[in-house]
């Protein structure tokens, strides 16, 4: 599998879903979805340029971190448990998958140990899909209100999962959904909360996602090809 070949094509998808959308390239941001794959296999992308790297599991992210280059910015995209935020504090860019108040204010309290400010995202299972986790459309606002309050998190927008479908079109209004959310919520002006990044597309729905407004979209298995679990 040729990863640089594999990132000039997602490049290109970008570049052609962005122009579209009538939108700056600069404005998306790719994630690499690096989860399960070795770190030889990470270094080739960060040989490409990738600097944004995805994992969804606190230990293997643990072990990737030293053996990787520093400038990598790490985003956590998987369920979060409380009992394991201390070990990924201070060391990730951003936390995508906040979808409980529990969750944010253990963030918020192992952040102020360590003297920092935590970037996260709110989840929300737009689809509603009883697999997913995430808040629901209803219950975001008040999560959100609730999460404002704590000092040392920002909340810089929010993060969908669409379902799987092999017709990416069926996962537009599910991305319409998150970026309506989205523009409510920045309506409230809330403290500590910018609605800037909406975290949602993966490899089979990107680009769709892009022309629904995606700052920030995750692509695995379009870079580093199908995940094996032994
Ligand atoms: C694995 C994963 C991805 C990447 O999925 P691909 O279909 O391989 O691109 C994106 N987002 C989340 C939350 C994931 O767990």
Not at 10 to 16: A, L, S
Not at 98 to 114: C, E, H, P, T
């Amino acid at each position: 599998m040729d990863i640089k070949s594999n990132l000039a094509e997602v490049e290109n998808k970008i570049v052609n879903a962005c122009k579209k959308a009538g939108r700056d390239r600069n404005e998306v941001r790719l994630i690499a979805v690096s989860k399960t794959k070795p770190v030889e296999i990470l270094q080739k992308a960060y040989d490409e340029n990738i600097r944004y790297f995805g994992e969804n599991k606190v230990q293997e992210l643990s072990d990737k971190i030293p053996k990787l280059p520093s400038d990598i910015k790490w985003h956590f995209i998987g369920h979060l448990q409380r009992n394991k935020v201390k070990y990924i504090i201070g060391k990730v860019d951003l936390i995508h998958s906040v979808d409980s108040y529990r969750l944010a204010k253990q963030i918020d309290d192992d952040s102020k140990k360590n003297n920092l400010i935590s970037n996260i995202l709110i989840q929300v299972n737009v689809s509603n899909e009883s697999t997913k986790f995430g808040t629901s459309n209803e219950e975001v606002f008040d999560l959100i209100k609730a999460v404002s309050e704590l000092e040392n998190i920002r909340v810089k927008g929010l993060m969908t999962i669409a379902p799987a479908t092999d017709n990416p079109e069926e996962c537009r209004v599910y991305f319409k959904k998150l970026k309506e959310l989205s523009t409510e919520i920045e309506k409230l002006n809330l403290k500590n909360v910018e609605m800037k990044e909406l975290s949602m597309g993966m490899t089979g729905d990107y680009e769709i996602a892009i022309e629904e407004g995606a700052t920030l979209v995750r692509v695995g298995t379009g870079i580093f090809g199908e995940r094996v679990y032994s």
